[in-house]
């Protein structure tokens, strides 16, 4: 049996062949179909649509025959491939170069073989559409053109399959270039939620660890949105008589805001001893020394600021001697005052404009005097603002009306009722969008003897 020769450029074929993705897929009823179709056609037992690699002619289709696969070297179409145009052996057996083959001395007894090449887009032969036969029969030129418009028809197939098979490979190379990515930023994220983590553990430090100044006992909420907050509250003595309190909500939300909190944290903090001498310098007067306060936080604001946001602010001094007291309220919403013995909620401030927007912006001061007993009441708009699954924000009237029935209360109770208040109203499982500060401070009285200021 003569075998048939490798053609010259196997290699780029092979290459070209492989590029489809024919290769050991599943049986296809278009294929199935047009070998029936072929062999209907030339009225032979047998059809196939097959593609040759290297070593094997691998059947992508095949009528009246149960294989899937045979050696190229007992290859009819290995022949085939070599042609230009349809391949027809009319008698196997009067042909030397398949007399011994063993589809025709064998079972199968394969005496008639024609079979039309199938070509890419590139020219390369990667298989063919066949027909065979047990019987000797003669195929005329209308059956033989049909193999070549069939050969056409599996082209068009074939290029359709190499189209898929290519997206397919560009899927699984991006499916896996995100996947690696995924891994990246999860890496990423965990590193981040880490440093974050540390960050806020770092925020929360500098927090009050106290919770009374001279004669003023304070008590607090701070609930971030996210892991850091662009809120900040602070209160302190100035010297033996005098003290500060501000709470302060840098606008926006994330790092950005937070580091500028953190920022202005420690700048308030430096500034004691400037707040100190401007009360000095005013001779007690509380309200001209607190507008010179503001002013000097909203440049020590602005010199921190190169990112264009502002903050709303409420920063006051209080006289623990005389109860007496005088505050600046900058953009920030209405500080809130309860008389004692009273539970009627009243709003102080004189309004402003938030610090970081204007360097020479001026403030107005408001007084205010302080009973044994008072209370005064800071806090951000994310109290107010705080939504329902509903989005009906929590609103002044229902904060107002917690702030009264705990007026009698201890500190500490008023505020874990309003801190369980918004979580009932937010819901439990859900993050605040926006931070949440509240600062409550209570007068205990005038100011008597020698009394130990915390550090």
Not at 3 to 19: F, K, M, P, Q
Not at 235 to 262: E, I, K
Request: overall charge negative.
């Amino acid at each position: 049996m003569a075998s048939s020769s490798i053609l010259t450029d196997e290699s780029a074929r092979l290459e070209n062949l492989y590029s489809h993705g024919l290769l050991d897929t599943p049986f296809e009823v278009v294929f199935d179909e047009i070998a029936s179709l072929a062999a209907k056609i030339c009225g032979v037992p047998y059809g196939m649509v097959t593609v040759l690699d290297g070593k094997r002619q691998w059947i992508k289709a095949a009528r009246g025959l149960d294989v899937q696969e045979i050696s190229r070297d007992i290859s009819f179409c290995s022949y085939t491939i070599q042609q230009d145009d349809v391949f027809y052996v009319p008698d196997m057996l009067a042909d030397e170069r398949f007399a011994s083959n063993p589809f025709v001395t064998g079972p199968l007894a394969i005496r008639v073989y024609a079979g039309a090449p199938v070509v890419s887009d590139e020219g390369y032969k990667l298989g063919t559409v066949c027909v065979l036969s047990d019987r000797p029969q003669a195929l005329d030129n209308w059956q033989l053109d049909a193999l070549r418009q069939l050969s056409q028809v599996v082209r068009t197939l074939f290029s359709a399959r190499r189209k898929e098979s290519e997206l397919e490979r560009e899927r699984i190379r991006l499916q896996e270039a995100l996947e690696r990515r995924h891994h990246e930023l999860d890496l990423t994220y965990r590193r981040l939620s880490e440093e974050m983590e540390l960050a806020r553990e770092l925020q929360h430090r500098f927090l009050p660890a106290y919770k009374r100044v001279f004669n003023v006992t304070f008590d607090w909420l701070f609930r971030a949105s996210s892991y850091l907050s662009g809120d900040l509250f602070d209160y302190f003595p100035l010297d033996q008589r005098y003290l500060c309190f501000h709470v302060c909500d840098v606008a926006g939300h994330g790092v950005a805001s937070a580091l500028l909190a953190f920022g202005m944290q420690r700048q308030l903090s430096a500034a004691r001893f400037d707040m100190a001498a401007y009360l000095q310098r005013m001779n007690g007067d509380l309200r001209r020394a607190i507008r010179m306060i503001a002013g000097e936080c909203n440049r020590r604001f602005l010199s921190l600021n190169e990112s264009g946001l502002y903050a709303t602010m409420v920063i006051g001094v209080i006289d623990a001697e005389t109860g007496e007291g005088a505050l600046v309220q900058a953009g920030h919403p209405h500080p809130l005052m309860i008389a004692p013995g009273s539970g009627q909620v009243s709003a102080i401030g004189e309004g402003g404009l938030p610090i970081g927007m204007f360097p020479d912006a001026e403030y107005d001061a408001c007084g205010f005097h302080l009973q044994t007993g008072s209370r005064l009441f800071l806090y951000s708009d994310g109290i107010l603002d705080c939504e329902n699954p509903d989005q009906a924000p929590f609103g002044r009237q229902r904060f107002e009306r917690i702030l009264s029935d705990f007026a009698d209360a201890p500190l500490d109770q008023a505020k874990k009722r309003l801190e369980q208040a918004l979580l009932e109203w937010h819901g439990r499982n859900r993050g605040f969008s926006d931070d949440i500060t509240f600062l409550a401070l209570e007068y205990r009285g005038r100011l008597t003897g020698q009394v130990n200021t915390p550090s």
